[in-house]
């Protein structure tokens, strides 16, 4: 998959160069208006004189329902539920590494690449796990978790051994015009200039809320209490001065929401419930219980806990507990919780709370 940036365009140069018969695929997935992320025109046509220049096929792909569908509406319905979603995890795991794999395997090709900065290692028992990037500042394996066993078998990330520089290098020497281009960074489906709380309020009525202290003392206020999440500190209508302060509680299940504020201490927890919990990287039958370390966030600190089955629902497959050896930040409902065996991946999940039912 080439989405017209230079990680994807060495990507294609690499497997290129080692021989690979290469087709350029570049997806379409957000017909709105866009202004950031991989979505825009500019990037189609970047990848496509990429391919161009490296002598290569190119195609585009028009996936904007099957986006729609299992990105953006998600995307708004947990923002109604009081959820933190995390869209471009789920654009992975329902079009770049499921619908665009099997309309490969409809026309032949025997595997999809993108240029991720993840690896992939084959365990001696046939077991693949999806690994770190060679670059620690760069590494995606966190936002490919979920990558099962038949998916990864007909994965590549061919820079995934390289460090951003030397990606950023090897395109230049091939004369690569994306050899300078930014990341993307952004949601593509939420521009700069409206922002998400426009883009929701044309989907979801939104709910005003007033935020208070521990005890009760209001402090602030939001506009939209769909778009508050654990631990913002941001757009609170807070006083300046004083100690930080960071979101530590929201109750949307009164007439009148209410958010609540304290300090960094007050977000740390000795434990986090996780659902959906998904074994990727294990042999069949791995039991919880295992020391791992764990991330909750893109480019976060994966730190060390134990994975257990929640007791409060010990019938429920999928509910775990992540038992942190030291206290952690709480984690937003509805964002992603991967665990660690050393640099690869064996398992995900989603952060829930001990006050919602999922």
């Not at 294609?12 to 690979?20: I, K, P």
């Not at 585009?60 to 109604?80: C, I, K, Q």
């Not at 709480?330 to 989603?350: I, L, S």
Request: contains cysteine.
């Amino acid at each position: 998959m080439m989405s017209g940036g230079v990680d994807s365009s060495v990507a294609a140069a690499v497997l290129r160069d080692q021989g690979h018969d290469v087709v350029g695929v570049t997806l379409k997935l957000w017909g709105g208006e866009s202004d950031s992320g991989c979505c825009s025109i500019s990037d189609v046509d970047d990848a496509r004189r990429v391919a161009d220049h490296l002598s290569i096929d190119h195609h585009t792909f028009g996936l904007s329902d099957e986006f729609t569908r299992h990105v953006v509406d998600p995307y708004t319905a947990d923002h109604a539920r009081g959820l933190t979603p995390n869209p471009c995890i789920e654009c992975n795991r329902h079009l770049k590494f499921a619908a665009v794999d099997e309309r490969a395997r409809q026309l032949g090709f025997e595997a999809v690449a993108t240029g991720h900065h993840a690896r992939i290692t084959l365990r001696p028992d046939g077991i693949r796990r999806v690994a770190r990037g060679a670059d620690r500042g760069k590494d995606q394996s966190y936002v490919v978790h979920m990558l099962d066993q038949d998916r990864l078998s007909r994965t590549l990330f061919p820079i995934g051994h390289l460090e951003k520089n030397e990606v950023r290098k090897m395109a230049a020497e091939l004369g690569l015009r994306t050899a300078s281009k930014p990341d993307s960074q952004d949601v593509c489906f939420i521009t700069r200039s409206t922002g998400r709380q426009v883009f929701l309020g044309n989907r979801i009525p939104l709910t005003p809320a007033v935020v208070v202290d521990p005890q009760g003392k209001v402090v602030g206020g939001v506009p939209a209490v769909e778009t508050v999440t654990l631990g913002q500190r941001k757009g609170l209508g807070l006083a300046g001065g004083g100690e930080p302060r960071y979101v530590i509680g929201v109750d949307r299940d009164r007439p009148d929401p209410v958010v609540t504020v304290g300090t960094a201490a007050d977000l740390l927890v000795d434990e986090q419930p996780v659902v959906g919990w998904q074994v990727t990287g294990y042999p069949e039958g791995e039991p919880t219980g295992s020391e791992v370390t764990v991330q909750t966030s893109a480019h976060g600190i994966a730190c060390p806990a134990t994975v257990i089955a929640d007791p409060a629902h010990p019938d429920e497959p999928g509910r775990v507990l992540v038992r942190w050896h030291q206290p952690q930040r709480r984690v937003a409902p509805g964002q992603t919780v991967v665990a660690y065996d050393g640099d690869e991946v064996v398992a995900g999940g989603m952060a829930s709370s001990p006050a919602r039912v999922s």
